[in-house]
């Protein structure tokens, strides 16, 4: 009888599995930007500035580190720069640069009405750009609020609403000592008038107290930055002026102010549970893979090309910040520049800064073979989860392939089995036991694969997808290599698939409990092959009941007629053929 078949098709694609297990990973999916991610209109890269205070002492230095980033990045002129406030609250910022264009319009068309002389139209137009202005963030367009201002007086002046220009000459110089009244708009009399409201200005003693929830928003007052909420900014003279306060993950705000108290409740921007998620991780891992990852999240929540982060710690040495500056792109996380520096604090930061980032500004490192990277990795738990996760893969794909070649020395003994004459029975004993030998640590090796191939997979799926928090492709740590598979006895070649059929030479016992550990379509077939392997070890059994007794009979008569040329023995365990 013919053995059946074994077919080995799903070992090789569990073989197949595993290795695709090792050699691939998920990818942590990135935060859906909040704008439109891209180049800037000029074609220069999109970069965000984002500092990060590592104690007490660095987050009181955060906006003066955060001025002198900016200062360098637009004196370097390589870089569209967007706010950081504007990037985490996009709808307010939209709704703002809607504003800035239509006073910017409303004032070219006031320019255009006043050199026509007509100056009644003038002051309709300049009025416009004034509200339109005063809408926007002044903190930033503060100067062209004012020069509207400034023009809206001077054709109130063309228009001889003398009163009326009088009023605002005094109001405009109170918030703007330094607005530019031409003496081609501006008679003598307004511009003596100008003079006189220029001291009462310098002499002012009038204070605001800036408060803030929560404290540490940028102030601005009638478009200078003044300090950090809670602040005092007094020698102000007595008029309404614009406060202006601004906080990363916050919404801006801004409203007029003459004296006092001003306490404002900042809101949250859209952006703010992500900014606030990534400054944690940053602060947690200031020199690791979270630092890198948390950037890159951040710069493609704002929509920019590039992220220049500056995290700055007290230095041990004195009134010193330790600085680590790093500007990298978004996308892959590629070190475009690092550096790390220590600088002064006082009135020397804001140059000293500004000279460290002109080169983090100007050079850009190639990649080599992948994005380049300057964080340390720490081993923490959730690395040697991977790390034994990886392991057991391996080892996984050690046993199973050495499974297969157990059972292919396996096949080629049964052949051989097959091919020698049964009246050798010392011989194909020896066979025998070697075929099943070896087909059972094939499948014992298989089955310790599948065993360990789950929890390999589990440790180091689960764990690189939910517990590194890794954005940035990190310097990969070796993969422990697999143990290679016992090599079989030299003696006898394995049988490959396609030159010989592999033939069993399995106890049935043992084909049944393989047989069992594979997943089975359905409980009958199941039942079926569990009834054929008992019948077959009963059969088994019977033949060699029936193979001693005629082993002893033949001894017997051996010994009464050993003239007589004795009976050709009859094949033992016949049924071993089918094998």
């Not at 092959?529 to 033949?543: G, N, Y």
């Amino acid at each position: 009888m013919e053995p059946p078949k074994r077919v080995r098709t799903p070992t090789a694609a569990i073989v197949g599995l595993l290795s695709a297990l090792l050699a691939g990973g998920p990818a942590r999916a990135l935060p859906q930007p909040l704008s439109v991610a891209g180049s800037g209109s000029s074609g220069r890269a999109k970069l965000v500035v984002l500092v990060v205070g590592l104690d007490p002492v660095a987050l009181t230095e955060t906006a003066a580190l955060d001025a002198a980033a900016e200062n360098a990045v637009a004196k370097s002129g390589r870089f569209d720069q967007e706010s950081l406030v504007d990037a985490l609250d996009p709808r307010a910022a939209a709704n703002r640069a809607t504003l800035l264009a239509e006073g910017r319009a409303a004032a070219q068309a006031g320019r255009t009405s006043y050199d026509d002389l007509d100056t009644a139209k003038a002051a309709v137009s300049f009025t416009d750009a004034v509200k339109a202005f005063k809408q926007t963030d002044l903190s930033l367009h503060f100067g062209e609020f004012s020069s509207a201002w400034v023009m809206r007086t001077a054709s109130l002046v063309a228009n001889g609403e003398t009163r009326a220009a009088q009023n605002e000459i005094e109001k405009l110089v109170s918030v703007d000592p330094h607005a530019e009244l031409k003496p081609e708009n501006f008679p003598p009399d307004s511009l003596k008038q100008v003079e006189e409201a220029r001291k009462l200005a310098a002499a002012g003693k009038t204070q605001i107290q800036v408060s803030s929830t929560p404290p540490g928003a940028k102030v601005f007052v009638d478009g200078r930055f003044r300090g950090l909420s809670p602040v005092t900014v007094g020698g102000l003279p007595p008029a309404d002026h614009f406060v202006t306060l601004k906080l990363a993950g916050y919404s801006l705000a801004q409203q007029p102010a003459s004296a006092g108290p001003v306490e404002v409740r900042l809101g949250e921007a859209e952006g703010a549970v992500a900014y606030h998620s990534a400054l944690d991780r940053m602060a947690k891992d200031p020199e690791g893979p979270l630092r890198d990852g948390a950037a890159r999240e951040l710069g493609h929540l704002a929509g920019v090309d590039q992220v220049l982060a500056l995290l700055a710690r007290k230095s041990p040495t004195g009134q010193r910040l330790d600085l680590t500056l790093l500007r990298l792109a978004a996308s892959d996380g590629h070190n475009f520049a690092f550096q790390t520096v220590t600088v002064p604090m006082g009135p020397t930061l804001a140059g000293a800064v500004e000279q460290a980032l002109a080169a983090v500004l100007t050079r850009d490192e190639p990649e080599r073979h992948g994005p380049v990277t300057h964080f340390k990795v720490k081993e923490g738990p959730a690395d040697k989860k991977v790390i034994a996760g990886y392991a057991l893969l391996g080892a996984a794909v050690a046993l199973v392939a050495g499974g297969l070649v157990f059972e292919g020395v396996a096949g080629g003994q049964a052949a051989e089995y097959r091919n020698t004459p049964q009246t050798n029975t010392k011989r194909t004993r020896e066979l025998e036991a070697s075929a099943r030998g070896f087909a059972l640590a094939g499948d014992l090796s298989v089955l310790a694969g599948l065993v360990a191939a789950a929890p390999g997979a589990y440790l180091t799926y689960t764990t690189r997808a939910h517990g590194t928090a890794q954005a940035g492709p990190p310097a990969a740590k070796p993969v422990p290599t697999p143990a290679p598979a016992p090599s079989p006895a030299p003696a006898t070649k394995p049988a490959t698939a396609a030159a010989t059929k592999p033939v069993e030479a399995k106890h049935p016992e043992a084909h049944a409990k393989e047989e069992a550990a594979k997943p089975e379509p359905d409980k009958k077939k199941a039942d079926e092959d569990a009834a054929k392997a008992e019948e077959d070890k009963r059969k088994l059994d019977e033949e060699k009941k029936r193979a001693e007794e005629h082993k002893k009979a033949e001894e017997k008569k051996r010994g009464e007629d050993e003239k007589k040329k004795p009976e050709k023995k009859k094949p033992e365990e016949e049924d071993l053929r089918n094998y």
